[in-house]
């Protein structure tokens, strides 16, 4: 069951044009609190500006559930409330679907004192949503709080020109909303990516958080069918076609004017009231050059290069999969230019982009699971985007992969140590089969499989019953994990301990779904600094893939003892240690605080830029 529930498609700045005001269906709950509050999502709109709370809104109630929601409204405080759930668990849902399992947030903050109240564990299950928190231009995931914080703030080019500022909320951006969502589920799939031990991680971070927003416009279908009318079925136009063609004199009204993208644009209302003078960000923000990154240490200048490729891929695919569209609109005398194309095909157009789309955002998704335990590289992102995408599709009628590999390699973005970028070259080996005999033996997948209803007793939450059901299988992982170190890519010397056990439900090419088990085994090694005499924590381990029947598929090992990998985190801290001028200065336990600080994804401090 889903509820229908009102919402900006993109922004406030929209208007009602290009089906900004649109309905999405999120899952329906039945004991759905005001605020909204339900079983993993809280809103708690508290204004700390302000110092006060705002009425928190009943989607159950009968006038409101009967009109899907309320109305968008930038001035009413409720439908900012209704604005975050929906988005929220929109995103969610759409992540849970692509890596076939639910998504659960497990925050290890504490109350006041550092004591936590039985109303403090129970939080602890949700993903706390504030829609007023700051009166700031930001808006950012907060681990500590296990919290979505959301800014609002007066219109810069209004203060500029002497007018009556009007205010900006970044809550009821659905691009700022499904952003930081997407940061708080990755930080749930990878709690280890908050640590940059490389330039690459805090980039993929901002990445990846923008993929999972901007693949979501290509749900809209109104804005999709304007895009493809005013460029002519190329998407990847950055410009589109104006509603009138210009006069000998130029643009005379603002019909006449080309318009921006809004398929390919993160966030442009906040963007523009903030000084810039378009989108936050665009998926084609730079163009295909080798060298690109190594010429920036910038997070979202890294990011963005890689959100470039994936959607250079995709468009490139979106292409392909049109050709005879067009070939055939062509043959029988239709005009395919900006703003001249036949319903009809805009239309079969529209489908096909949306498809191709939802494909990629999936791969995406799912691409994590394929990832590194720790200390990720856009490189090791690549390898995981063919290899999800082979078990998916093993044929690539299409070809997806190919066209990932060559946007990839066009921006410069290789794995470390492969000296082919062919697709058998760059995807995970699967484990040789003779050892992976060797792998979960029936009884250790038996207790796997206990199913949570059996662990459930009268009076107590499902919550407590997941506890103890990972608490056991957290146990027999580890006795396996530390039988087979070799065989799983393990220091010898390290202790291990297991992140994370999640059971997910393929469903594959061939329609039939099957049970997998994403297995994270972390270990951390200490290691001293030769630029500077600190001890640095180094991070690794390995994520393993298993299958239903107990056969492993795939250890992907980054061993927390890699005499490089460490030399390589030695010299990246060194260089954003020695960019700080607070380093000429500290000693050597203010030298230790800054370098845990260096090695620390700040989110907050990353969306100001800095």
């Known amino acids: 069951m889903r509820r229908p529930l009102k919402v900006f498609a993109f922004d406030p700045s929209h208007g009602r044009q290009l089906g900004n005001h649109m309905i999405v269906h999120v899952p329906y709950e039945r004991d759905l609190k005001p605020g909204p509050v339900g079983e993993r999502i809280a809103v708690i709109d508290y204004d700390a500006t302000n110092k006060c709370y705002y009425d928190p809104v009943d989607l159950d109630r009968p006038e409101i559930l009967l009109a ?33 399992r639910p998504i659960r947030w497990r925050f290890h903050w504490r109350g006041p004192r550092g004591r936590s109240t039985q109303q403090d564990l129970r939080e602890r299950d949700h993903l706390r949503i504030f829609p007023h ?38 809550c009821l951006s659905h691009d700022i909303i499904a952003h930081e969502t997407a940061h708080a589920i990755l930080d749930v799939l990878r709690n280890q990516y908050m ?19 901007l693949f979501q416009h290509f749900s809209v279908k109104e804005a999709l069918l304007d895009t493809i009318q005013r460029t002519g079925g190329r998407l990847h136009r950055s410009e589109l076609a104006p509603d009138v063609a210009p006069g000998a004199n130029g643009p005379m009204i603002l019909g006449e004017i080309p318009g921006a993208n809004p398929l390919l644009q993160l966030a442009r209302q906040f963007g523009e009231s903030t000084g810039l003078r378009g989108a936050l960000r665009s998926a084609l923000g730079t163009p295909p050059r080798p060298d690109a990154l190594a010429q920036t240490l910038e997070s ?27 070939r055939i609109a062509r043959a029988g005398g239709a005009v395919t230019g900006a703003g001249e194309l036949h319903p009809d ?63 990839f390699v066009a921006r410069g973005i290789r794995p470390e140590n492969i000296t082919s970028t062919s697709e058998e070259a760059l995807r995970w080996p699967l484990v040789e089969q003779p050892r992976a005999r060797r792998a979960l033996d029936t009884t250790t997948l038996a207790k796997l499989q206990v199913d949570i209803e059996q662990l459930r007793v009268p009076g107590r939450r499902i919550s407590a019953a997941l506890d103890v ?17 070799g065989l799983l890519g393990l220091a010898r010397k390290l202790p291990i301990s297991v992140g994370v056990i999640a059971q997910s439900l393929r469903v594959h090419e061939d329609g039939i779904p099957r049970p997998e088990y994403v297995i994270l085994l972390h270990q951390r090694g200490r290691v001293t600094s030769k630029q500077r005499a600190l001890e640095l924590t180094v991070s690794g381990g390995s994520t393993v893939i298993v299958a239903g029947d107990g056969t492993l598929r795939y250890v992907i090992a980054k061993p927390a003892t890699h005499k490089a990998r460490i030399e390589r985190q030695q010299a990246f801290l060194a260089q954003r240690i020695d960019s700080d001028p607070r380093c000429q200065y500290a000693g050597d336990r203010e030298m230790a605080e800054l370098a845990e600080q260096k090695l620390r994804v700040d989110l907050a401090a990353l969306h100001r830029g800095y």
Do not use: W
């Open 300 to 326: 979202h200048g890294r990011g963005a290069i890689l959100v470039a490729a994936v959607f250079d891929a995709f468009f490139t695919v979106y292409l392909k999969r049109t050709r005879d569209l067009m």
């Open 133 to 170: 928190a700051m009166q700031e231009a930001n808006a950012y995931y907060s681990r500590e709080f296990g919290a979505l914080l959301f800014g609002y703030f007066a219109n810069e080019k209004d203060l500029e020109q002497g007018l009556t500022p009007r205010h900006v909320f970044s």
């Open 345 to 407: 095909l805009a239309d079969r157009l529209a489908e096909e982009a949306a498809k191709t789309a939802a494909h990629f955002a999936r791969i995406c998704v799912r691409a994590i699971d394929y990832c590194p335990v720790a200390d990720v590289t856009f490189g090791d992102y690549l390898r995981a985007l063919v290899t999800a995408d082979f078990d998916a599709v093993p044929e690539d009628p299409f070809g997806y992969r190919e066209a990932v590999i060559q946007a």
């Open 68 to 100: 899907q929601g309320l109305d968008p409204s930038e001035s009413n405080p409720q439908f900012h409330q209704q604005m975050v759930y929906a988005v929220a668990a929109e995103t969610t849902s759409v992540c849970e679907q692509a890596l076939g």
């Open 195 to 213: 640590i940059a031990s490389n330039a690459d991680v805090a980039a993929f971070h901002e990445a990846f958080a923008d993929l999972v927003a």
């Open 469 to 485: 059901l990972y608490e056991q299988r957290a146990r027999f992982i580890h006795q396996f994990a530390t039988q087979h170190r």
